[in-house]
């Protein structure tokens, strides 16, 4: 709930083949005050009618004035707008999502750029008995699981022939795409059927303690807990949760990982923490529980994005508990910080052209399904005519290539 990440990209739909390329990124801060009105709207904060209408439509005109941005990066034309939404509630019971809420109303983007929107693109695989998340299964699925995929490495450390990657002897070669946001998530690729799921809190808890502690929105650089040393009390309390131990596909989220549940594990400890000791053991939370779900699928290699990745601290705790290669997907040609805003982009493309948006495999969903909704630009709505090809993968383009 930082802010908006906003992407302009090129997409073509060639047979099997999506080709993608970005034209740009960026990221607006929300407003201070629509911020702190946002995090005090999620469990175990209330929300009634009139506050929700007010975040809808606040968030609603800083989506619009983020669209109008991507338009300008995009050269000034563009076909459609894709909007994620900014989420305020998931909700699972019994290992089972049965609804998630995310707002932004995509109107004030229509009104705003003349173009169609399309939105609310986890509530049909919900619906179909899916997670409505993580998504990002499926651009990982096409862009790393495609056997023909060229992997590279800018370490200058001689690569085990065919890989493109040092890989140790006996290490089973198999993908794993993880984004560190608020809530960590992995994609297991190239395997018989892709897998995702959410290993848990990966910023999230962090940015929480951080602002608590600090009043700083997160704990930069991991400055804090590198100065810190891992409670091994704490963590034992952390680590005892029930969702680790839940079978995939799976996925939770803020209402599961807030203030009231990190209050609770502070209570049982009941020693005092200080606050860079707090963030050394949340930040060794985040990649035990990562490393934990990436050993369980027989990782090979990870490929992260995501905020995380400007975690050093995070980041060399992740490298210290897995035994194989982790890359970050900028030296693969898919920026981590815009990973996030190019699915968004993608998950639009593939409902503009009729095509499913979802990877059952990964989110648990009964079959694939077109997702979301479509509000009109300014002019009557014209769809191209649907695609009959399934894609099968995703070839990344720079932004210099024509």
């Not at 006996?170 to 799921?197: C, F, H, K, R, W």
């Not at 910023?203 to 991991?222: E, H």
């Not at 704490?234 to 599961?256: F, N, Q, V, W």
């Not at 090979?300 to 970050?328: E, F, I, K, S």
Request: proline share 7%.
């Amino acid at each position: 709930m930082d802010g908006i990440d906003v992407v302009a990209a090129e997409m073509r739909l060639d047979g099997e083949t999506i080709e993608l390329r970005p034209l740009g990124d960026r990221t607006l801060d929300y407003p201070a005050d629509l911020r702190e009105d946002l995090l005090a709207a999620l469990p175990p904060g209330t929300l009634d009618a009139e506050t929700f209408c007010r975040l809808d439509t606040r968030v609603g005109r800083c989506f619009a004035e983020a669209a109008l941005l991507g338009v300008d990066l995009a050269g000034g034309e563009a076909d459609f707008v894709s909007s994620l939404g900014q989420t305020i509630y998931h909700w699972v019971e019994g290992g089972r999502a049965h609804g998630t809420l995310q707002i932004g109303q995509p109107a004030w983007i229509a009104e705003a750029t003349g173009l169609p929107v399309i939105s609310d693109l986890r509530t049909r695989d919900v619906a179909a008995s899916g997670h409505g998340a993580p998504l990002a299964g499926v651009l990982d699925s096409l862009w790393l699981g495609d056997p023909g995929f060229q992997w590279k490495s800018g370490t200058g450390v001689p690569l085990k022939s065919g890989t493109g990657v040092p890989l140790k002897s006996g290490t089973p070669d198999t993908p794993v795409a993880l984004n560190i946001g608020g809530i960590s998530n992995i994609a297991v690729v190239g395997g018989p059927e892709p897998l995702a799921y959410d290993t848990g809190p990966g910023n999230a808890l962090i940015d929480l303690a951080a602002q608590q502690r600090t009043g700083k929105p997160q704990d930069t650089d991991g400055a804090l807990a590198a100065s810190g040393t891992v409670r091994e009390d704490l963590l034992t309390i952390l680590l005892d949760d029930e969702y680790y131990r839940l079978p995939a596909p799976k996925s939770t989220g803020k209402e599961h990982f807030n203030s009231a549940y990190l209050a609770r594990a502070l209570d049982e400890l009941g020693d005092p923490v200080s606050d860079a000791d707090l963030l050394a053991t949340l930040t060794e939370l985040t990649a035990r529980t990562v490393a934990d779900a990436c050993r369980a699928e027989g990782a090979g290699r990870v490929v992260v994005a995501g905020g995380g990745v400007r975690n050093p601290v995070l980041l060399a705790a992740l490298r210290r508990q897995l035994d194989v290669p982790v890359l970050l997907s900028d030296d693969l040609g898919m920026p981590a910080d815009s990973k996030e805003a190019l699915l968004t982009a993608l998950l639009g493309f593939l409902t503009w052209n009729g095509l499913p948006g979802n990877t059952p495999g990964t989110t648990g969903a009964a079959g694939p399904r077109v997702l979301g909704s479509i509000t009109p630009g300014a002019t009557g709505l014209r769809l191209p005519e649907p695609a009959t090809t399934q894609p099968r993968r995703l070839i990344m383009r720079s932004a210099a290539t024509n």
